[in-house]
């Protein structure tokens, strides 16, 4: 028996007509879209690496990460200038000074950025001085922010709420695609589950991926930093992630000589780490290109 307003990935067609493999032939079963931020190209032929701070604290702080995120070989740069924060008594970012930072970032390393927008009041100021516009776990279901956000003119990258379905996650990207903008990257980045936060910070939802690729176009990539919470378990997650067919990681960088990051210092890794992720992310897109040559 179907309980009234429950809904499930046949209902797919109705909720996303616009995002859903089904209302979009011309993509076929497996064909993505390709989200250009820059000349960064998600769902091309190799994973998107994205690395950088948690927040952006200071400028020191900021080019110390964004040096090192580029010297590793990633193609941009994170950093969070509004933070959504469980306390209102934790630091909650730097804000606008945090943007222009972000922007002198970019031009220092070349690299894209993005960051996030809490709140419609934000989208405006955020995709001025950004090239990509986060919306958080925990905004996955503002549905005027991520109408706002839509119509901003920059690619989103919507990550999936931490106890969201995958149909309400599809839902969400409905909402910034109906406003004509399909520039949309999907980011797992770990879900509430009966395990986590017993010895991870969420659950990295793996099996999603598969999920994901089979009923929309759009690329997915997966955040192990918060997934997991613990810096050790980053790399293997990234890993673990490429194998299920991510596009692209989305991972916390620190640089410990400038000092304990403010927020979310326990699954920071240091840019030698992102380094070997980035060598693994190139080394297994070769081989896949390789292998479908061969075919
Ligand atoms: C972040 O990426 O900075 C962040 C806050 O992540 P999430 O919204 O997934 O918790
Ligand atoms: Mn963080």
Redesign the pocket.
């Known amino acids: 028996m179907k309980i009234a307003g429950q809904v499930s990935l046949s209902d797919l067609p109705r909720i996303c007509p616009l995002l859903c493999r089904a209302g979009r032939p011309e993509y076929g079963e497996a064909g993505t879209r390709v989200v250009e931020v820059r000349g960064v190209r998600f769902g091309g032929d190799r994973p998107v690496v994205i690395g950088g701070p ?1 927040a952006v604290e200071s400028q020191e702080q900021t080019f110390s990460v964004a040096r090192g995120v580029r010297s590793a070989g990633a193609d941009m740069l994170r950093g ?1 200038a509004y ?2 924060r469980t306390s209102p008594h934790d630091f909650q970012g730097t804000g606008l000074e945090g943007l222009r930072i972000l922007a002198e970032a970019r031009q220092e390393t070349g690299l894209p950025v993005v960051t ?1 927008a809490m709140d419609t009041r934000q989208v405006e100021q955020v995709a001025e001085f950004a090239d990509m516009i ?1 919306i ?3 905004n996955m279901q503002n549905y005027p922010l991520l109408a706002e956000a839509g119509r901003a003119g920059k690619p989103v990258l919507l ?1 999936r709420g931490m106890a969201a379905s995958l149909v309400e996650w599809l839902g969400a990207a409905e909402y910034i695609a109906e406003q004509g903008n399909l520039d949309i990257v999907l980011c797992e ?1 770990g879900i509430k589950a009966f395990a986590g936060g017993e010895y991870s910070r969420y659950v990295l939802d793996l099996n999603v991926i598969p999920a994901v690729r089979a009923h929309t176009f759009l690329p997915v990539i997966v ?1 192990p930093s ?1 997934a997991t919470g613990v810096a050790t378990m980053v790399e293997p997650a990234s890993r673990a992630a490429l194998e299920f067919g991510s596009q692209g990681l989305i991972i916390e960088v620190a640089d410990f000589a400038c000092g304990q990051p403010r927020c979310d210092a326990a699954q920071a890794i240091g840019p030698e780490t992102l380094e070997h992720i980035v060598r693994f992310a190139r080394e297994r897109m070769e081989s896949c290109i390789e292998g479908e040559r061969v075919a």
Do not use: M, Y
């Open positions: 948690c969070g933070k959504p996030e986060q958080g776990s925990r990550k980045r955040d918060h």
